[in-house]
Each structure stands twice: as C-alpha cells, then as structure tokens.
C-alpha cells in the first residue's frame, strides 16, 4: 500500500549528499575540512575549527522551481535563521550556499541571490520579507517564525550571506565532474579509478557519521587517497580490490566438489586451511574478471602469468620427487609428499604477476584456479593425476 512516502527519493538524497560532498572536497583547497551532518548538510571549516561554508543540498528527481514560497528554499532559511539566532555561526565570515537542482525563476529571490552579476540581496530579502509577512501557508510557519525572530540588521546580514546554486548537476551528472578533477589520473584509467575513489569515499563518509571522533574529512586525505589508488595503475602494478572478500554465509565445504577441493582433500590438509584456499579462489577469480572487464592486462599476460605458475610449480615438484624414493607407495608418503609442495606455494613462492602486485590472494587463487581446470593443471598430491578418474566417479 503507497504511503505517499518516497524511500527511493530520500536514499538518492543521501547519496547525492555524499557524491556531492566529493565533488565539494575536490573542488576546494587541499587543506580544506569538511564535515557531513555537522552545522548544516555539509560544512566546511578552517584550520581552527572555525566554520567557513555551510551548504544545505536539495536534489529532485523532477523539474523543480525555487519560488519565493519554495519549501526547499524555506527550510533551509529556517536552518540558518536558528543557528545565526543561537550564535552558532558568525556572519558575514560564514558562506551559507544552498545546492539544489531545482531552478531559480526569474525575478525571484533565489534569482537574486544568485552568483552573478545580477545578484541584488537587498531586492531578496525585501520579497522574503513580504512572503513571511503575508504567506498563509501552515506547513511554513515555523520557518516563517525563524525568519522572524531576526532583527532587520540580521534578516539582511543573513541573506546578503546566502548564495544560490540553482540548476545544478543532478545525482547521475556529478560523476562526470568529478572524473574532472582527476586531472593526474590516466584518461584511460579515470573511470576505473574513479569508481574506487567513491568506494572508498561512500564508507568513509559512514565511517565519519558514524563515529563521533572523526570530526573532518580533509582535502589532503583525499587526494593521497587518488595517489594512491592511481599509482595501482602503473605499467608494473594492478589494482588489488578483494582483500576483504569473504565467502559466501550459506556457504558449505562438505558439499563443495570442486577439483581444487578434492585435491586439498585428498593430502589430508585439515579444513581451515581448506577454507583459507576456497577464499583465495573467490578473491582472485573475482580480481582476474575485474582486471578482464576494465581492459587492464596486455594481450595474453594472464596465459604468459600462469605458465610461469606452472612451470615454477613443476620445477619445485621435479625437485622434491628427487628425494623420494622411486618405489614409495606408501599413502602417508604421497600426503605428506603434497602437503609440502602446498605449503611451499601457501607460504614461500612469490611468482607475481606484476612486480608491484604484492598482495599473496592473486598467486595462491591462481594456483587454485589451475587446479580446478579439467584436467587439472597443478597438483599437489604425487598420484593425483592417476586417480582422477576414479576420483570424478565417486564425487
């Protein structure tokens, strides 16, 4: 049943908030300090904490019209009408800009108050004066009220302090504008640095509104955060994206029949470590298709990258078969046998497929990626390849 109620409407609000607070970030000095729900929708402040901009932020789904009756307008007014009345901002030292993406009409008072050479805050506030003067509308009152309660001198120092940004870039057109700012970013690499940038933007901003002690976001802190996201995209690097990937809740190893599984199985390693290698699986399969889909590898580097794999893979097999005997059959032999040359790609091979690519998840999911392969490309167990068949029939 429809209760009139948007909660598609508001959560695009709160994410134009923080997309537009991004923009705001980049846009502004690096040693600019911004906080979210702070003063107003968002805050800026200087180095002693003092608040240089308050900007309250309206995003509409439809055409929108910022009239002298507007709500938006109004609400906001009532804002700032309380913290100047309560002396929780010092005017003129402060900027209170209102971002919407309605329109200002012609000879309004938002019109007026607009950043242009047109701009007339003496007209402005003689309209908002009438309106809260005459308007019967009760919805308004309490920000009439606010309004109000302001002497002459404050009404006009309050409004000679506000600015419009009428007509500006909704929710979807921000990303462009924020690629903008990337001007040390890689053409080709801006859209993929762009979208690890608002990820890590997006939880930071929960993060701080979350946690009371984190009072700012800064400029620096944003851009050491596009350095370093960019220097992943350097001829000798890629992107690590799946450090925190975690397996699926309704996961269930028992059930998991997967070769790479089987094989783990098979030299007796105990579950956790099993668990360990399924999690590397995920997080490199998932990182290869990334790097796949945003054209990051040159022709052919993940084939080139795995028969170096192979072939270190085989070079350590060759040369730990040298010290067993040729006639050993002894099952515990051929585990143990296995669960060395695992433990040597879990925990001392470092076979990268890009020198600055450090991060273990991508050799040892690879790995595990080659020996779920039919047939399988590694493996560990020194039989294993004889027994597959047998294997397959009873899994």
Not at 60 to 74: C, E, I, Q, R
Not at 153 to 179: A, G, H, M, N, R
Not at 190 to 202: A, D, K, P, Q, T
Request: aromatic fraction near 10%; charge should be negative; include cysteine.
């Amino acid at each position: 049943m429809s209760t009139g109620f948007s909660a598609g409407s508001q959560a695009l609000g709160y994410m134009f908030q923080a997309r537009c607070a991004l923009y705001l970030i980049l846009t502004n000095k690096e040693e600019a300090q911004l906080a979210i729900e702070s003063l107003d929708d968002i805050t800026f402040f200087d180095n002693e904490n003092n608040a240089q901009e308050l900007l309250q932020l309206k995003h509409h789904t439809k055409p929108a019209s910022l009239t002298d009756s507007s709500v938006d307008f109004w609400k906001t007014i009532r804002v700032w009408s309380t913290l100047l009345k309560e002396n929780k901002i010092l005017l003129p030292d402060t900027l209170l800009t209102l971002v919407t993406t309605a329109e200002a009409p012609q000879d309004s008072a938002a019109f007026f108050l607009r950043p242009t050479k047109g701009r007339d805050s003496n007209r402005a506030v003689k309209k908002l004066v009438q309106v809260a003067n005459t308007s019967d509308n009760k919805s308004l009152k309490s920000s009439f009220d606010a309004f109000k309660a302001l002497t002459s001198t404050e009404q006009e120092l309050l409004v000679d302090s506000i600015q419009i940004l009428d007509y500006s870039p909704d929710i979807i057109d921000l990303t462009p504008k924020i690629k903008e700012k990337l001007v040390a970013v890689r053409r080709e690499h801006r859209n993929s640095v762009y979208e690890r940038l608002e990820g890590w933007w997006f939880g930071k901003v929960v993060q701080h509104l979350r946690d009371n002690s984190v009072n700012f976001i800064s400029g620096f802190e944003v851009r050491d955060k596009i350095c370093e996201i960019n220097d992943q995209f350097k001829p000798d690097a890629l992107p690590i994206d799946f450090f925190d990937l975690e397996i699926p809740e309704q996961f269930t190893m028992s059930q998991d029949k997967r070769r790479f599984v089987a094989q783990l199985k098979e030299i007796a390693v105990n579950n956790k470590r099993i668990e360990k290698a399924i999690l590397d699986y995920y997080k490199a399969f998932e990182q290869r298709s990334r790097w796949a889909r945003e054209e990051l590898l040159f022709g052919g580097e993940i084939e080139k990258y795995e028969k170096r794999l192979i072939d270190e893979w085989e070079r350590y097999m060759l040369a730990l078969q040298d010290e067993m005997p040729d006639s050993s059959e002894n099952e515990l032999e051929h585990q143990k046998f296995g669960r060395e040359v695992f433990k040597w790609m879990e925990q001392k091979a470092d076979i990268r497929i890009r020198s600055q690519v450090t991060e273990p998840y991508v050799m040892r999911g690879s790995y595990h990626i080659l020996a779920d392969q039919n047939p399988p490309r590694v493996h560990w167990h020194p039989k294993f390849l004889e027994r597959l068949t047998q294997l397959l029939a009873t899994t």
